[in-house]
């Protein structure tokens, strides 16, 4: 079982910047894809970035490249989300996936934080 713990999130203005984090004790990521979802009110979940851990390949969902960029720390052992220029719309509960690399599907999610940003 993989566990994931998110931290980080907070109330910020439109404009501001924010770093989400995500760890697993334990563990490493090595043999993992890990991703950022998020969920607004309403809304259903939608991806925001992901990075294969042992390689660095990112990918970022339309429109949040440029603004947003995911990353990991290996000696850490910890995922990162930076937030750039953050605008209301960004406001939703984030959360970190992880997935073993050649699988399919998310199994593994954190408990999300939250991030609000006021206009």
């Known amino acids: 079982q993989v566990k994931l713990v998110e931290s980080g999130g907070g109330l910020v203005q439109a404009g501001d910047?924010?770093?989400?984090?995500?760890?697993?004790?334990?563990?490493?990521?090595?043999?993992?894809?890990?991703?950022?979802?998020?969920?607004?009110?309403?809304?259903e979940r939608e991806a925001v970035a992901s990075i294969?851990?042992?390689?660095?390949?990112?990918?970022?969902?339309?429109?949040?490249?440029?603004?947003?960029?995911?990353?990991r720390d290996n000696a850490q052992n910890t995922l990162y989300l930076q937030m750039n220029n953050l605008k209301p719309e960004d406001t939703a509960v984030y959360y970190c996936a992880a997935r073993r690399l050649g699988l399919s599907g998310w199994p593994y999610w954190g408990q999300g934080t939250q991030v609000t940003v006021s206009s």
């Not at 984090?21 to 309403?42: D, V």
């Not at 851990?53 to 990353?71: D, M, N, V």
């Open 52 to 71: 294969t851990w042992s390689t660095g390949t990112t990918y970022y969902a339309e429109g949040l490249k440029g603004r947003f960029t995911i990353s």
């Open 17 to 43: 910047s924010l770093r989400l984090s995500c760890t697993t004790p334990g563990r490493t990521f090595s043999l993992y894809i890990m991703g950022w979802f998020r969920q607004a009110p309403g809304k």
